[in-house]
């Protein structure tokens, strides 16, 4: 079963503008990651973010975590065209074992 | 560097018959996952490998999937008979040793299609 909820299901926005996307997960975890997926493509990692962690950037990634309220935050700043995709957390509470969400569909508008 | 490497990359077969898919991690990565992806239930774990040995095969949906890893290189998920419902794309990724959080390197995926 998937322990992570994306929300929303799909969001378009146009280029420039910032796309903020959620994750809500049932169980405590050790660690969070993102994903992105091309369509008809496999998956290409973005971004970890441990347990102890709250905040984490990497270019125009910012991702944040509240382990309180078991969720976490990918923000993408100035979104391009080459943005569209579908965004996945993952979550891992034991070893290497991760269960993705359902995914979050960027569209990207020129 | 290549990644990982899956074939084939499309498969359609009939129902009843035997698929099987193969993927070649990335060199020097000790951890093999399998993964698969529908419309329905997401993406899904079915089977992982460290340094080639089953580690965790709870996700294999039922007796009719396999997998192998008879050496670092190489890995196979065999489908044997195959039905309509196993259609999916089917995901490769690989892990490098080291601490337990680090990332998955996913291939280019197989979309299976069993009719």
């Known amino acids: 079963s998937q322990q992570g909820e994306e929300d929303p299901q799909a969001l378009s926005i146009q280029e420039g503008e910032n796309a903020t996307m959620n994750c809500s997960y049932k169980?405590?975890?050790?660690?969070l990651q993102w994903y992105r997926q091309n369509s008809g493509r496999g998956l290409v990692h973005l971004i970890l973010?441990?347990?102890?962690?709250r905040e984490k950037h990497s270019g125009r990634l910012r991702v944040t975590l509240d382990t309180s309220k078991k969720s976490s935050s990918l923000l993408i700043t100035a979104s391009r065209a080459a943005d569209t995709a579908s965004y996945f957390c993952?979550?891992?509470?034991?070893?290497?074992?991760?269960?993705f969400g359902a995914g979050t569909t960027v569209t990207v508008r020129a | 560097d290549a990644g990982v490497i899956q074939s084939p990359r499309h498969e359609v077969t009939e129902m009843g018959q035997e698929v099987t898919l193969r993927c070649k991690p990335i060199?020097?990565?000790?951890?093999l996952f399998w993964y698969r992806q529908t419309m329905m239930r997401g993406l899904e774990l079915l089977i992982y490998?460290?340094?080639?040995?089953?580690?965790?095969d709870s996700g294999m949906p039922e007796d009719r999937f396999s997998a192998k890893m008879p050496n670092a290189s190489f890995s196979t998920l065999k489908i044997q008979p195959s039905e309509p419902r196993d259609s999916a794309v089917y995901f490769c990724a690989s892990s490098p040793p080291g601490v337990s959080y680090n990332e998955q390197f996913f291939g280019p995926g197989t979309r299976l299609t069993v009719l």
């Open positions: 973010i441990r347990s102890n962690e």
């Open positions: 060199s020097g990565h000790d951890y």
């Open positions: 169980t405590s975890i050790n660690n």
């Open positions: 993952a979550t891992s509470l034991v070893d290497y074992k991760l269960s």
């Open positions: 490998f460290n340094n080639n040995v089953p580690i965790d």
